[in-house]
């Protein structure tokens, strides 16, 4: 399968006037193992900010985060998605399935770069502890393409998540040649059948 180069995500602490914030003292974002997403992170300075870059070479992708901070306090990071289209096939959308260590709120999802007739929406099991992330449209993105979106992730204390990132497959658009063949087919047997009703 081709290589997907999927991620380039940079995490920022949003500026609290609160002096009780949580700060975050380590943070990982992984792969499961499997080769699917190969990803890496670089945090900067005081952990206020982390680059994640991956290769996704086969769908669906799972990742996890796992963040520590000093203090049960609610810290809130806004991770932003370059998310390219190098699979080989057009996406109708994109679903992120969210799982967390304990309950969590993900919100204020916003579509950066991306088709103008695409929406994007999250919606929370009853428990908050599972998110789901959905963007999708009418236009598909293809091949090549790309879907840039952000959301917020607030939680209390230290918390992990996995994240299974899924392009929906959109519909395959009929070569022009394809739908001169079917059509040619359905006169032939129009053709037959009229052909059949003269003899009796």
Not at 56 to 64: D, K, N
Not at 143 to 169: H, I, K, M, W
């Amino acid at each position: 399968m081709k290589k997907l180069s999927i991620i380039a995500v940079t995490i920022g602490l949003l500026a609290w006037s609160s002096i009780s914030q949580a700060t975050i003292l380590s943070a990982t974002y992984t792969g499961d193992g499997s080769g699917a997403l190969d990803s890496t992170a670089t945090w900067t300075g005081d952990n206020s900010q982390v680059t994640i870059t991956g290769s996704q070479t086969s769908l669906p992708a799972t990742t996890s985060l796992a963040l520590t901070t000093d203090t049960d306090a609610d810290p809130t990071i806004t991770p932003y998605n370059w998310i390219n289209n190098d699979t080989d096939f057009s996406w109708s959308g994109y679903q992120i399935c969210f799982v967390g260590s304990k309950a969590f709120t993900l919100s204020n999802p916003l579509l950066l770069t991306s088709p103008a007739d695409w929406s994007i929406s999250v919606s929370a099991s009853p428990d908050n502890t599972q998110w789901e992330l959905n963007a999708s449209g009418a236009t598909p993105i293809a091949v090549g393409g790309e879907l840039d979106f952000s959301y917020q992730l607030s939680f209390a204390g230290s918390f992990s998540c996995t994240q299974t990132l899924n392009p929906l497959r959109a519909a395959p658009v009929p070569e022009p040649g394809t739908l001169v063949l079917a059509f040619s087919g359905l006169l032939g047997l129009a053709a037959l059948r009229v052909s059949r009703r003269r003899r009796v």
